[in-house]
Nanobody, 114 residues
Framework: VRVVESGGDLVQPGASLKLNCLAY??????VSWHRQSPGKERELVAS????????VYADSVKGRFTIYRNDAINTVHLHLDNLKPEDTAVYYC??????????WGQGTQVTVSS
């Protein structure tokens, strides 16, 4: 069982990106996106506690980022709008596996720079 992120890129301030988290070997229940910048601790960006629950966002991304799931392809997306240089980080997907263990992906790099 694993998750694989994709979609990171180098973009200019104000641009948009869509990150993808695909699950292999299990079906998503609770899923979250986190990010880590050099010299900083990893922080929660957005999460979906489970089917039927409302998403939760960090204050720094509210109104700009949207997390949503596509169960037909076992993928959770994170849509990033109006990107700022301070959004530069490695973005990680985290999910609970079938035995309740936490599963982290390898991360995808988002760089916002002019």
């Amino acid at each position: 069982v694993r998750v694989v992120e994709s979609g990171g890129d180098l973009v200019q301030p104000g641009a948009s990106l869509k990150l993808n988290c695909l699950a292999y070997g299990f079906t998503f229940t609770s899923v979250s996106w986190h990010r880590q910048s050099p010299g900083k601790e990893r922080e929660l960006v957005a999460s979906i506690p489970g089917t039927g629950f409302s998403p939760v966002y960090a204050d720094s991304v509210k109104g700009r980022f949207t997390i949503y799931r596509n169960d037909a392809i076992n993928t959770v997306h994170l849509h990033l709008d109006n990107l700022k240089p301070e959004d530069t980080a490695v973005y990680y997907c985290r999910a609970y596996g079938p035995t309740g263990s936490l599963i982290w992906g390898q991360g995808t790099q988002v760089t916002v720079s002019s």
